[in-house]
């Protein structure tokens, strides 16, 4: 089955920088990358994905990355506020395969 | 539109003892699903619907049972809860199953003690 591994387990920034989080995956058939974002006490919520047929995808200040060859994503967030402080999950999947993979999530502290 | 509306929110329950986590979607998904988080450990797959009828185990089964009762709701049952149960369950409803993105519910918060 696939294994999703996700670096690093927890990242603190100043306000202002930028945040990168990076997923690797084992199932090359995989096709489908989305990221969620779960504040303390809250449910995940979807706040960016991505399909193979792309190599990146943007959305205001985060950004996706793709790398079919070496099986791994990214996420990038710039100008970080505090607001983005929360933990991030990568996961993976494909058309047929049962349900999403996640990887074991990102604390990211923005520092003001 | 509610979305994913998980019931209860805390659940406190002792070793051996029962209980069974509700779940309903309103966004007309065909696919359900049961995951737990655990510290350091992401999100784990309990158990899945596909659609309605039909319902498969994940990664971490075993102590669980599920129902799929109708389209818009998927049902968790602990028979006979363990402390390695303690956990946060969320729901997450999707179109169909691969790829496509999840809506997840509040979650439930359970402590066996």
């Known amino acids: 089955g696939e294994n999703v591994e996700q670096h690093p387990s927890t990242l603190s920034v100043q306000e202002g920088d930028s945040a990168v989080i990076k997923c690797t995956y084992s199932?090359?058939?995989?096709?489908?990358f989305p990221w969620y974002k779960q504040e303390l006490g809250k449910r995940p919520q979807l706040i960016i994905d991505?399909?193979?047929?792309?190599g990146e995808k943007k959305d205001q200040r985060i950004a996706v990355t793709l790398n079919k060859t070496a099986k791994h994503f990214s996420l990038h967030i710039t100008e970080t506020q505090p607001e983005d402080s929360a933990v991030y999950f990568c996961?993976?999947?494909?058309?047929?395969?049962?349900?999403?993979?996640f990887g074991s999530g990102t604390r990211l502290q923005v520092q003001p | 539109n509610a979305g994913v509306t998980q019931t209860p929110k805390f659940q406190v329950l002792k070793t051996g003892q029962s209980m069974t986590l509700q779940c309903a979607q309103d966004?007309?998904?065909?696919?359900m699903y049961w995951y737990r988080q655990d510290p350091g450990m992401g999100l784990r797959l309990i158990y899945y619907?596909?659609?309605?009828?039909?319902?498969d185990k994940g990664e971490v089964p075993n102590g669980y049972n599920v129902s799929r009762l109708n389209k818009r709701e998927f049902s968790l049952r602990l028979e006979s809860a363990a402390p390695s149960q303690t956990s946060v369950y969320f729901c997450a409803s999707s179109e169909t199953t691969g790829d496509y993105g999840y809506t997840f519910g509040s979650g439930t918060r359970l402590t066996v003690v």
């Open positions: 996961a993976a999947s494909h058309t047929g395969r049962r349900a999403l993979t």
């Open positions: 991505i399909r193979s047929n792309v």
């Open positions: 966004m007309n998904h065909n696919s």
């Open positions: 199932d090359s058939a995989s096709n489908y």
């Open positions: 619907s596909a659609s309605e009828g039909t319902t």
